[in-house]
Every structure is written in structure tokens, then in C-alpha cells.
């Protein structure tokens, strides 16, 4: 029975390590229904791709699409007062850094959504307490009116999927992780407070960096 145990727990170990796919899907709404595309497929020249952006890092740094060119990114979005799920987020996140430390391809993006409050003093701060690597997990202000944009429409980011908001006056809060390939298409969607969850993206990541 011992053995027996041991091979099942084995097989779960294995699993919980690698990809659901050998290739990831393409996302393009707020449904995130899955679409099966090969890298060269023409439809991907008209496919959904997150906007250009223009921020500030916890550095002071100004952040945009091309800090991004060519790598694998992981986007999410919190704010630094945050008492519920953004401690337990931010610790993932953190799980994500030291998994892919040293890697290069691999890079974080957390947009505050109360930028008004999170300036640049504050992040910093934020990110020293939490063990933020500079450069390779990027803490983000910006506009409010930019930064719910980009939540909501690039990356659809609502806790309740299947339905963009476009509302400015609702608060952006949730939990998803959006990982995004090296052309800026969403290729997966995960839920920040899952440790299940984030072996999974961690998998895929791996499997991404695959894609040529």
C-alpha cells in the first residue's frame, strides 16, 4: 500500500509540473475562449495584442511595451494598502520571481489601481519590503483612466469573467494572472491565490518559451 501511495503521488508530482498543451492557446476577449492558432497563422497579424502603454517603475523608471519586446511577461494588478488577496498575490508573484530568477525571458508587471495613492516613494518602499528584483519585476503607476484600460480591455482582468467593464467608476480589483508570449498575445489566464494555479503558469511559461 506504501508503494502503491508513493507511485500515485509521484504521477501527481509530475503532473502538476507540466503544461495541460505542448502549445498554448490565444486569447482575444473577455470570455477567454481558447483559440488554437499555430505561430505562423495569418489571423494572428489581426489578432488581439495589449496596447502600447507608457508607466513609472518603482525605479522611477518609465515602463512600456518595449521594455517587454521580446519576452515572456506575467501581468497582474493590486494596490499596495490592499488588506485581502494582494499580500497572497504579491507572495506568488514572488514565487514566479525566484523560479525564473536569472532568466531573462521571464519578466513581472503589477499595476497599482490606486495610482493616485501608490506614487513612486511608496512603491519602492513596497517593493523593497516584499523582495522586489529590479528590472525583472516591474510595480507600476500611471493614470488611473491608462492603467484601467489596460486591465480591462487589453488584459480583461475583471474577477468575473465573461464580460468587459468598461465603467471607469467601478473599483478594478481581482486575482488573475495574465501571461503574455513575446508578441504581446494573451496566452493564458490564472488565478493569483492558487498554488495549484501557479505551478501551472510556471509550466506553461516553460512550455512558452519553447514557442520559436
Not at 509530475?14 to 492557446?25: A, D, G, I, M
Request: aromatic fraction near 10%; charged fraction near 25%; proline fraction near 3%.
Amino acid at each position: 500500500m506504501v508503494l502503491i501511495t508513493l507511485l500515485f503521488w509521484g504521477c501527481d508530482q509530475k503532473t502538476t509540473q507540466q503544461s495541460r498543451v505542448t502549445r498554448l492557446p490565444y486569447y482575444n476577449e473577455a470570455s477567454f475562449k481558447p483559440h488554437w492558432l499555430e505561430a505562423n497563422d495569418k489571423k494572428l497579424r489581426n489578432f488581439h495584442k495589449v496596447s502600447p502603454f507608457k508607466l513609472t517603475n518603482q525605479d522611477g523608471k518609465i515602463v512600456t511595451e518595449k521594455t517587454f519586446e521580446g519576452k515572456i511577461y506575467v501581468a497582474d494588478f493590486f494596490f499596495t494598502t490592499c488588506p485581502g488577496i494582494c499580500p497572497i498575490m504579491t507572495k506568488n508573484m514572488a514565487v514566479l520571481q525566484d523560479e525564473f530568477s536569472g532568466d531573462s525571458e521571464v519578466l513581472l508587471l503589477s499595476h497599482s489601481v490606486t495610482p493616485e495613492k501608490d506614487q513612486v516613494s511608496i512603491l519602492k518602499t513596497y517593493a523593497k519590503r516584499k523582495g522586489v528584483e529590479s528590472g525583472k519585476w516591474h510595480l507600476v503607476t500611471g493614470t488611473k483612466q491608462g492603467i484601467y484600460k489596460l486591465g480591462r480591455q487589453d488584459y480583461f482582468v475583471e474577477e468575473d469573467l465573461g464580460e468587459a467593464n468598461t465603467n471607469e467608476e467601478d473599483f478594478l480589483h481581482t486575482e488573475n494572472f495574465i501571461l503574455v508570449d513575446r508578441n504581446r498575445h494573451i496566452r493564458g489566464v490564472y488565478n493569483g491565490l492558487n498554488k495549484t494555479s501557479i505551478k501551472q503558469l510556471i509550466a506553461d511559461i516553460k512550455t512558452l518559451k519553447k514557442e520559436k
